[in-house]
């Protein structure tokens, strides 16, 4: 009797299930079944395993993950009319875990709507104000990637970890630009809250089930690491909320200027509650959750993106030695390569865009929700549907490189002896919610590497040995731990 039941309680889901099913959806990898949907079917790494689906089902095709919906967008045509002719329609958040938990629904990352556009257009304004693009951004950086070179110099080509003294440099960038602070090389405090942020992108990536499987929050002990994440959290709050300083600032609604995005944003409430309007989602709450959002994003993956380029130096001394060739004809010795020359170092650009596309660091973008029904690719996507933009489709397409899986530089300068950016090459992805720090980040990667090629040459830690190329994955891409020696070059 009990298994009659069963029977009829299993087959009544599954026709439940079958029924709720949009109407001309993109094709899936197999039956979803009820609870699991379809990550039974998950074989090989998550990435590996979109690659094989996207192969067999083409650019679009349907995912259950757990109770959640979610379609995955591959290839730069599609992704490209999702994001800019249907962008309207892809702009919200989905409400799950990372949202939820993390950002807490606020800040520029997770806000949807009227208050999204209302952040987003305010950060891109200051940014802009405080020098992005510009010569006034460039000092900050070079300030930075100096005490970069001076802090590498004293180990005097002794086998190196540089991830934290590289991670510093950036920070103090974003830092500068955030909070108006910066920190020792040696600030036990912030090498600290430095490898937390390392941990929390970890967790990020190991404790993703929880997005499919909320439940598993209250699971006895710590299998998921989702006690530890939201201590993180909670404790990273804490801290940036102290650099924000807000009680200490001095703000004058009347002078345009400020030094950094924290002074700006103050600012601005100031004005908003003088004025008398309250329909503004200028606010503690999103302030804090944008500083911290900057603290590690805009820290991890530059700082990522520059030990990938080290790493791919000393795995091709002949590349880093073209690298170095050509800073010394274009710029020679005696000063650092600044803005003026970029457009002149063409292999060093082509070096950095090759980095970007082979190391590709946030292989997903963040993920967003189908407020109405999407006509794409000749399939349907419901509204409530999640969308994921599978950047890595982009960067490993053999289509588009030929041979993705080779490290080639020159694959971006063209017969002509120009850059050549290919439309497909979006590693901060593209439309309105692409990555707001595009402009930062470009620049630090120009006036950072181009530094430490000028200054050093870098080998491994044992002749003969080369570290690693293949990265350690989370919720973005990281290098495996490896040491370099970084010898002072010869005038």
Same mark, same amino acid.
């Given at each position: 009797?009990?298994?009659?039941?069963?029977?009829?309680?299993?087959?009544?889901?599954?026709?439940?299930?079958?029924?709720?099913?949009?109407?001309?959806?993109?094709?899936?990898?197999?039956?979803?079944?009820?609870?699991?949907?379809?990550?039974?079917?998950?074989?090989?790494?998550?990435?590996?395993?979109?690659?094989?689906?996207?192969?067999?089902?083409?650019?679009?095709?349907?995912?259950?993950?757990?109770?959640?919906?979610?379609?995955?967008?591959?290839?730069?045509?599609?992704?490209?009319?999702?994001?800019?002719?249907?962008?309207?329609?892809?702009?919200?958040?989905?409400?799950?875990?990372?949202?939820?938990?993390?950002?807490?629904?606020?800040?520029?990352?997770?806000?949807?709507?009227?208050?999204?556009?209302?952040?987003?257009?305010?950060?891109?304004?200051?940014?802009?104000?405080?020098?992005?693009?510009?010569?006034?951004?460039?000092?900050?950086?070079?300030?930075?990637?100096?005490?970069?070179?001076?802090?590498?110099?004293?180990?005097?080509?002794?086998?190196?970890?540089?991830?934290?003294?590289?991670?510093?440099?950036?920070?103090?960038?974003?830092?500068?630009?955030?909070?108006?602070?910066?920190?020792?090389?040696?600030?036990?405090?912030?090498?600290?809250?430095?490898?937390?942020?390392?941990?929390?992108?970890?967790?990020?990536?190991?404790?993703?089930?929880?997005?499919?499987?909320?439940?598993?929050?209250?699971?006895?002990?710590?299998?998921?690491?989702?006690?530890?994440?939201?201590?993180?959290?909670?404790?990273?709050?804490?801290?940036?909320?102290?650099?924000?300083?807000?009680?200490?600032?001095?703000?004058?609604?009347?002078?345009?200027?400020?030094?950094?995005?924290?002074?700006?944003?103050?600012?601005?409430?100031?004005?908003?509650?003088?004025?008398?309007?309250?329909?503004?989602?200028?606010?503690?709450?999103?302030?804090?959750?944008?500083?911290?959002?900057?603290?590690?994003?805009?820290?991890?993956?530059?700082?990522?993106?520059?030990?990938?380029?080290?790493?791919?130096?000393?795995?091709?001394?002949?590349?880093?030695?073209?690298?170095?060739?050509?800073?010394?004809?274009?710029?020679?010795?005696?000063?650092?390569?600044?803005?003026?020359?970029?457009?002149?170092?063409?292999?060093?650009?082509?070096?950095?865009?090759?980095?970007? !596309? +082979?190391? @590709?660091?946030?292989? #997903?973008? $963040?993920?967003?929700?189908?407020?109405?029904?999407?006509? /794409? &690719?000749?399939?349907?996507?419901?509204?409530?549907?999640?969308?994921?933009?599978?950047?890595?489709?982009?960067?490993?397409?053999?289509?588009?490189?030929?041979?993705?899986?080779?490290?080639?530089?020159? !694959? +971006?300068? @063209?017969?002509?002896? #120009?850059? $050549?950016?290919?439309?497909?090459?979006?590693?901060?992805? /593209? &439309?309105?919610?692409?990555?707001?720090?595009?402009?930062?980040?470009?620049?630090?990667?120009?006036?950072?590497?181009?530094?430490?090629?000028?200054?050093?040459?870098?080998?491994?830690?044992?002749?003969?040995?080369?570290?690693?190329?293949?990265?350690?994955?989370?919720?973005?891409?990281?290098?495996?731990?490896?040491?370099?020696?970084?010898?002072?070059?010869?005038?």
């Amino acid at each position: 009797m009990l298994g009659t039941v069963l029977v009829f309680l299993v087959t009544l889901l599954i026709l439940l299930w079958w029924r709720s099913r949009p109407r001309n959806a993109p094709p899936s990898p197999g039956l979803a079944m009820p609870v699991v949907g379809h990550l039974y079917l998950f074989q090989d790494s998550f990435l590996d395993q979109l690659t094989a689906w996207r192969r067999r089902l083409g650019n679009i095709f349907s995912l259950q993950m757990g109770p959640f919906r979610c379609v995955m967008l591959n290839g730069y045509d599609l992704i490209s009319e999702a994001c800019q002719k249907n962008h309207e329609s892809l702009l919200d958040r989905p409400n799950n875990f990372m949202h939820e938990e993390v950002f807490e629904y606020v800040g520029v990352i997770s806000l949807d709507g009227r208050e999204w556009k209302e952040q987003r257009t305010f950060l891109q304004s200051t940014l802009r104000s405080l020098g992005m693009g510009r010569s006034v951004m460039a000092e900050r950086i070079r300030v930075e990637a100096d005490c970069l070179v001076a802090t590498i110099e004293k180990y005097q080509g002794e086998a190196t970890d540089i991830n934290n003294i590289v991670m510093v440099c950036v920070n103090n960038i974003i830092s500068g630009v955030t909070f108006g602070k910066r920190f020792s090389p040696d600030d036990e405090t912030i090498v600290y809250w430095l490898s937390v942020t390392c941990r929390l992108f970890q967790l990020l990536g190991s404790s993703a089930v929880i997005n499919f499987f909320p439940v598993l929050k209250y699971v006895p002990g710590d299998s998921f690491k989702y006690k530890e994440l939201k201590s993180i959290v909670k404790k990273m709050r804490a801290t940036i909320w102290k650099w924000v300083e807000k009680d200490k600032r001095t703000v004058n609604v009347s002078d345009e200027t400020f030094e950094d995005v924290v002074q700006a944003y103050l600012t601005e409430m100031q004005r908003k509650k003088s004025k008398g309007m309250k329909d503004t989602s200028l606010n503690d709450a999103n302030l804090l959750s944008t500083a911290l959002s900057f603290f590690n994003a805009g820290t991890e993956t530059t700082t990522s993106t520059i030990l990938f380029a080290v790493l791919y130096m000393v795995n091709f001394p002949h590349i880093q030695a073209k690298l170095y060739q050509e800073i010394e004809d274009v710029v020679g010795t005696e000063r650092a390569p600044d803005l003026s020359d970029k457009n002149k170092l063409k292999f060093l650009l082509a070096f950095i865009m090759e980095t970007q !596309r +082979f190391a @590709g660091i946030a292989p #997903l973008g $963040v993920d967003r929700l189908a407020t109405s029904d999407i006509h /794409l &690719g000749g399939y349907t996507i419901a509204k409530g549907t999640s969308v994921m933009i599978n950047l890595d489709s982009l960067m490993k397409d053999e289509n588009v490189w030929g041979d993705p899986e080779v490290f080639r530089p020159d !694959r +971006f300068i @063209g017969d002509n002896g #120009l850059i $050549v950016k290919k439309k497909e090459f979006l590693p901060f992805g /593209l &439309g309105k919610r692409n990555c707001i720090g595009e402009g930062l980040a470009t620049m630090e990667l120009f006036i950072i590497i181009s530094a430490l090629v000028q200054k050093f040459e870098f080998f491994a830690e044992n002749e003969g040995q080369m570290p690693s190329m293949k990265p350690d994955i989370g919720f973005t891409k990281k290098a495996k731990p490896f040491k370099v020696r970084a010898i002072l070059r010869k005038k």
